[in-house]
């Protein structure tokens, strides 16, 4: 298979879990330190080590054929590469949010309070455009870090930054007032890859599939009555259907089935209604369809 170039964050809150992921993939590779490039020894893999910003441009000059970053990244930075790059798959880590935020204490009525004001930021296009749907008009100051203090030293009227927990806002008087983007990391790809290419991105979309699925959902095994099987069934789905075996204490009966991580407790607590016994909850490692 023909070797695909990826590239990751070097350092950030993007590295550890793009990493972690590939060695959930099977795909090993060594990274020692400060390296810029590594290859993966069993996979067709070459592992490029950027900072984040840069990554959709080196994906759209073909210096690399893939890139994870946050898709806040590549909203703000599409319509100013010098070719189009896609997203491909949605990774389901480092979930945050683009927020608009004021001084505690100051009148916010709606998107509309905004008009005329300064906004600090480090996403003036995301901004914008939500700006202009809402048909406000602001001034934006483009700043590349410690927006969220910016309020405060009277560089703006508000802010405009990525959120997850709001602590840092809180920390530093501020209020979120409106999400703007929701964001999580990304696979990007260059559009029409060389169908070799193409294949081994199948390939690593695949397993990266196969991960994700396995981290949603959990591998459920419990005991009940033969007269309680047809109720517990009733509650469970399962990849074809649940499996029902007998137990070697004569009436009873074990019955596994999977079931998804978001409806887990709900699910629980019904399967005990109905007369389980000795549940065990397994993660799953892989779960290939
Ligand atoms: P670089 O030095 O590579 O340019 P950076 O400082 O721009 O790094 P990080 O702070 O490492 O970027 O964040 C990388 C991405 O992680 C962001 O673009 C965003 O998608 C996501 N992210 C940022 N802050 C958080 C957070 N608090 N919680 C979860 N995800 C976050
Ligand atoms: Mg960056």
């Known amino acids: 298979m023909p070797l695909l170039r990826l590239a990751i964050q070097k350092s950030g809150r993007l590295t550890e879990e793009s990493l972690e992921l590939m060695q959930e993939c099977g795909i090993d590779f060594n990274k020692s330190g400060g390296k810029l490039k590594a290859s993966a020894y069993n996979f067709p893999l070459e592992f490029l080590f950027l900072r984040d910003d840069d990554i959709p441009e080196y994906i759209a000059d073909g210096v690399a054929d893939l890139g994870i970053v946050g898709e806040n990244v590549i909203a703000e930075e599409n319509g100013k590469l010098s070719a189009p790059v896609e997203i491909v798959e949605r990774l389901g880590f480092s979930r945050c949010r683009l927020s608009l935020a004021v001084a505690r204490g100051v009148e916010y009525g709606s998107v509309q309070s905004l008009q005329g004001k300064r906004i600090a930021t480090s996403f ?55 999400t703007i983007f929701r964001s999580e990391a990304v696979l990007l790809s260059r559009p029409n890859l060389p169908p070799a290419k193409q294949r081994t991105l199948d390939n690593l979309r695949f397993r990266i599939q196969s991960v994700n699925r396995a981290k949603h959902n959990k591998y459920i095994l419990l005991n009940a009555r033969n007269e309680a099987v047809s109720a517990i069934l009733n509650l469970l789905p399962g990849m074809k259907s649940p499996t029902v075996l007998p137990l070697a204490e004569s009436g009873w009966s074990s019955i596994h089935a999977v079931v998804q991580e978001d409806t887990f407790w709900e699910i629980i607590e019904k399967l005990r209604a109905a007369g389980a016994e000795g549940i065990l909850v397994v993660p799953i490692e892989k779960m290939i369809v």
């Open 124 to 178: 003036p296009n995301i901004l914008q455009g939500f700006l202009q749907e809402n048909g406000v008009n602001a001034e934006i100051h483009e700043i590349s870090g410690s927006v969220e203090i910016a309020p405060s030293i009277g560089l703006a009227d508000a802010i405009c930054d990525i959120v997850s927990s709001g602590s840092t806002l809180l920390s530093n008087g501020l209020v979120e007032v409106e």
